[in-house]
């Protein structure tokens, strides 16, 4: 098992920056890929940045150049840097994490999110 715990969002006004951390605690060596997803009202979950294991990170075309994820093993936790944020950035995010236990055994796991709100 793989528990995630986000913190860091709040209310910003468009262009301001906020960065989220996530803690990842349980079974954290079998974790390949850790990142956010977010969830806007009325919108499906999507993907914004993940980053892997071996440090190789993937960003939604929205958040390309704005936001920033990076990763601190020695904390087992994932960071992301959001700035000059928009108001369509507002939703709630998720931490998520993948943790391979398996060839066979692949896990998703999920915190339980922290609200994002950037006013106009």
């Known amino acids: 098992q793989v528990q995630l715990v986000e913190s860091g969002g709040g209310l910003v006004q468009a262009g301001g920056s906020l960065r989220l951390s996530c803690a990842a605690s349980?079974?954290?060596?079998?974790?390949?890929?850790i990142g956010w997803y977010r969830q806007a009202p009325g919108k499906q979950r999507e993907l914004v940045a993940v980053?892997?294991?071996?440090?190789?990170?993937n960003y939604a075309d929205a958040v390309k150049g704005r936001f920033t994820i990076s990763r601190d093993n020695a904390k087992n936790t994932v960071y992301l840097q959001m700035n000059s944020l928009e108001p369509e950035d507002t939703a709630v995010y998720y931490c998520?994490?993948?943790?391979?236990?398996?060839?066979?055994?692949?896990?998703?796991?999920w915190g339980q999110g922290t609200q994002v709100t950037v006013s106009s």
């Open positions: 980053i892997s294991s071996g440090g190789s990170t």
């Open positions: 349980g079974s954290t060596f079998a974790i390949n890929a």
């Open positions: 998520y994490a993948r943790a391979r236990y398996t060839d066979a055994l692949k896990l998703d796991y």
